[in-house]
C-alpha cells in the first residue's frame, strides 16, 4: 500500500533521526520511489513528466561531494567536466544484508558487490556512451545501490555548467550542457536541487539562474550551500541570510552541508568519518550551531529532507500522472484504428507474423499463381515441339541423301546387305548434337516469360509492404536467385542429356513396337506367312533381322529411332524445365520465405520506410508503455 501519513507527519518524523525515519517510513516510502523508477525503466517519460530530483550545479561546486556523501560511495571526480552523461542514482535502504550495486546503459547491465568499483563503472559507461575525450552525451546511465545505510531516494545527476571550453572540448560545450539541463529542470515534474558553494556569490551562479528562468517563483527549487569551511571570517552573517532566504526566496528553502573536501580524500578519511566530522562542524560553529538545531544543516537532514520532498512530491503527481495515463491510453488506441495492424514490436511475435504475411499472398488476388503457374501446354513448348517435328521431316531427306552419297562412295567388294552401325551412329550424334540448340532457346524464353510473370507478383509485394522496404526487396532478390541457379540446373541437365541421347539406345521392345507400326517390314518384303519372330519374347528373330538389315532400308530405321529421339526429348526438356524452373522453384522461394522468420535480421525485415509505417509503430510503443504504467500504478494502489 501507498504512503498515508499526512505531510505533517513525514516533517515532524524527519527531525525524529535517521534510524527512526526510515523505520517508520521504509515499507511506504520505496514502493512509492520504486513505482517511479518502474515508471520510467518503461520508458514512460517519453509521453509525460514523472516526478523527480535534478542535481545540477557549476563546476567544482561540491556536486559530486554531496552524491558521494548520500550514496556512500565515491564517485568520478576531478578537473573540468566529470559527470559526462545523465547518472541516475537509485539508492534503496536495506533492512538488513549486504551491500549491492548494479549499473545499466544503453542495453548493457553489470551487478557488483564491491563499493570501490563504482568510479571505475560510472567512468567506463561515460566513455562508451560519450567517448574517451572530454566529451557529453544525453544517455542515460543508472546506477543502484542496495545498503542499510543509504536513504530511500533516486537523484539525477547532470554535468556540471561550464563557461569556457578547455582543450580537447567542442566550442560550444557550453550550450550542450545548458541544453541537456533543461531537458531536465525544465520540466514541471521535478524538483530542482541546485548546488552553491558557500565562497561565491549566490546571486551570480549560472545554476541558480537557470533554475530561476525555469521556476521563478521557486516552488520546485531547493538548494545545497557547500564548502561552509571555506567561507572568509566576516561573511557568516551573509550565508545565514541566504539560508534563511532573505537574498533569494524559495519555497523549499536552503540546507547547508560540509562534505569531504580533496584534503579529506587526500588524508583517505572514510565517507563515515566524515559525516562525523560534519555533525562536530555545525555543533560547534559559532553561527551555523542554529541551523543544525533549525534542521537546515548536514548532510543526514538532506538526505531525510530529499526523500520526504521526493515521496510528497509523487503523491501530488499520483492522480493527474494516472489521468494523463488514460487520456494518452484512450488517444493512441483512437488514432490506431486509422492504421493496418502491421508488424509487431516484440522480437518474438515477429516470426509468427511473417508466416501470417506469407499466407496472405494466397489470400491477396493469389500471387504465386502468377509466379509460378504450372503450365505444361506453354507457346513456348509448342515452339520446341514444332521445332524438332520440323527436324523429323527434314531429317527423312537428309538422312536418303546422305545413304546414296555413301554408297556411291563406298562401293566395293563388301555385301549391299551389310549396314555399318558406326556410319548410322554418326549419322544420329550430329543430328542429336544440333538439337541442343533450340533446347537452350527454348529454355531462355521460358526464363524471359516468367520474369515477366513475375511483374504480378513483384507489383503485389510492393503495394502489401510498400511500408517495409526490406521485406519488398527480399522476395524480389529470391525470386531473380532462385531462377538463376535453376536455369543453370535445368541448362546442365539438357546438356547432360543431349550426350545420352547420342549413345544412340533404346529397348528392343521398344523399337520393335516401332518396327511393327511401321511399313519397313513390307518394305523388305517378308512373307507374312513366314515366322520371323521369336514366340517366347515376340522380338525379331535372326532372319527378321536379316531381312531388315539392307542398306536401303536405313533412312527408314534412321527416321524410325529419331521418331524414338524426338519422343523423349520433346517430353524430357519441357519436365526439367517445368521440375527446375517452376514447382521446385516455388518450393525454395517458399521454403526460404518460411526461413525469414528464423533469421536474425528479422526486425530489418519488418521495419517500415514510411512515415505512416514509423508513425504506427511509435503509436504501438507508446500504447504498450501506457498501458504497462496503468498496471504498474493500479497494482501500487
Not at 362 to 383: Q, V
Request: aromatic residues 10%.
Amino acid at each position: 500500500m501507498l504512503l498515508n501519513n499526512t505531510l505533517s507527519e513525514m516533517r515532524r518524523m524527519t527531525f525524529l533521526g535517521s534510524s527512526t525515519f526510515h523505520n517508520h517510513f521504509i515499507e511506504s516510502v520505496q514502493p512509492l520511489i520504486e513505482l517511479i523508477d518502474s515508471l520510467r525503466l518503461i520508458g514512460i517519460d517519453k509521453d509525460m513528466d514523472l516526478p523527480s530530483i535534478a542535481v545540477v550545479g557549476d563546476q567544482s561546486s561540491g556536486k559530486s561531494s554531496v552524491l558521494e556523501a548520500l550514496s556512500g560511495v565515491a564517485l568520478p571526480r576531478g578537473s573540468g567536466i566529470v559527470t559526462r552523461c545523465p547518472l541516475e542514482l537509485k539508492l534503496r535502504k536495506l533492512k538488513k544484508g549486504p551491500w549491492s550495486g548494479a549499473i545499466s546503459y544503453s542495453g548493457h547491465k553489470e551487478k557488483f558487490n564491491d563499493p570501490l568499483k563504482v568510479d571505475n563503472l560510472v567512468r567506463e559507461a561515460q566513455n562508451k556512451l560519450a567517448g574517451n575525450a572530454v566529451g557529453i552525451s544525453d544517455e542515460l546511465i543508472s546506477l543502484e545501490i542496495l545498503s542499510p545505510d543509504v536513504c530511500d531516494l533516486t537523484l539525477i545527476d547532470l554535468p556540471g555548467i561550464t563557461r569556457v571550453p578547455v582543450h580537447g572540448q567542442p566550442d560550444d560545450i557550453a550550450d550542450q550542457i545548458k541544453n541537456l539541463i533543461l531537458k531536465y529542470v525544465a520540466k514541471s515534474e521535478t524538483i530542482i536541487l541546485v548546488v552553491v558553494p558557500c565562497n561565491v556569490d549566490i546571486a551570480t551562479t549560472e545554476a541558480l539562474r537557470m533554475a530561476q528562468d525555469v521556476d521563478p517563483e521557486g516552488y520546485r527549487t531547493l538548494a545545497i550551500l557547500t564548502k561552509p569551511d571555506l567561507i572568509d571570517r566576516g561573511a557568516e552573517i551573509d550565508v545565514l541570510n541566504i539560508v534563511q532566504g532573505k537574498v533569494i526566496p524559495l519555497s523549499k528553502g536552503y540546507i547547508i552541508v560540509r562534505c569531504r573536501g580533496q584534503s579529506d580524500i587526500n588524508n583517505k578519511i572514510p565517507l563515515s568519518k566524515a559525516m562525523e566530522m560534519e555533525m562536530k562542524f555545525f555543533r560547534n560553529h559559532r553561527y551555523f550551531n542554529s541551523l543544525l538545531n533549525d534542521g537546515k544543516a548536514s548532510t543526514q537532514f538532506l538526505a531525510n529532507n530529499l526523500t520526504k520532498e521526493l515521496v510528497d512530491h509523487i503523491k501530488k503527481s499520483l492522480p493527474y500522472l494516472t489521468e494523463q495515463i488514460q487520456t494518452g491510453l484512450v488517444n493512441v488506441q483512437r488514432e490506431l484504428k486509422n492504421y493496418d495492424q502491421g508488424p509487431p514490436l516484440e522480437v518474438e511475435k515477429m516470426g509468427p507474423f511473417l508466416s501470417e504475411v506469407r499466407a496472405l499472398r494466397i489470400k491477396h488476388n493469389k500471387a504465386f499463381i502468377h509466379i509460378y503457374p504450372i503450365d505444361y501446354h506453354n507457346y513456348y513448348y509448342y515452339y520446341y515441339y514444332y521445332y524438332y517435328y520440323l527436324f523429323f521431316f527434314l531429317f527423312t531427306t537428309k538422312v536418303t541423301e546422305m545413304v546414296d552419297k555413301y554408297n556411291e562412295m563406298h562401293r566395293g567388294r563388301e555385301l549391299l546387305t551389310f549396314s555399318d552401325f558406326c556410319e548410322f551412329e554418326s549419322v544420329i550424334k550430329d543430328h542429336v548434337a544440333a538439337l541442343q540448340e533450340p533446347a537452350m532457346a527454348t529454355l531462355k524464353h521460358v526464363r524471359v516469360y516468367y520474369f515477366h510473370k513475375n511483374y504480378y507478383f513483384k507489383n503485389y509485394v510492393r503495394v502489401y509492404f510498400f511500408t517495409r522496404y526490406a521485406l519488398c526487396c527480399t522476395p524480389q532478390k529470391m525470386i531473380n536467385d532462385i531462377q538463376s541457379k535453376q536455369e543453370a540446373k535445368v541448362e546442365k541437365r539438357i546438356k547432360e542429356f543431349i550426350d545420352m541421347e547420342q549413345l544412340v539406345f533404346t529397348q528392343d521392345k521398344v523399337l520393335q513396337r516401332k518396327l511393327d507400326n511401321s511399313d519397313i517390314p513390307q518394305k523388305a518384303m517378308m512373307d507374312p506367312d513366314t515366322n520371323v519372330y521369336d514366340d517366347e519374347n515376340k522380338i525379331f528373330n535372326s532372319k527378321g533381322c536379316a531381312l531388315l538389315d539392307t542398306r536401303n532400308l536405313v533412312p527408314d530405321k534412321l527416321v524410325l529411332y529419331y521418331e524414338v529421339v524426338y519422343q523423349r526429348l520433346t517430353d524430357y526438356v519441357p519436365m526439367l524445365i517445368i521440375l527446375f524452373m517452376l514447382k521446385d522453384a516455388a518450393k525454395i522461394l517458399r521454403h526460404q520465405m518460411l526461413e525469414l522468420r528464423n533469421e536474425a535480421d528479422v526486425v530489418k525485415l519488418l521495419s517500415e520506410d514510411s512515415d505512416r509505417g514509423r508513425r504506427r509503430a511509435d503509436l504501438k510503443q507508446r500504447l504498450e508503455r501506457l498501458t504497462q504504467a496503468q498496471e504498474l500504478i493500479s497494482n501500487r494502489l
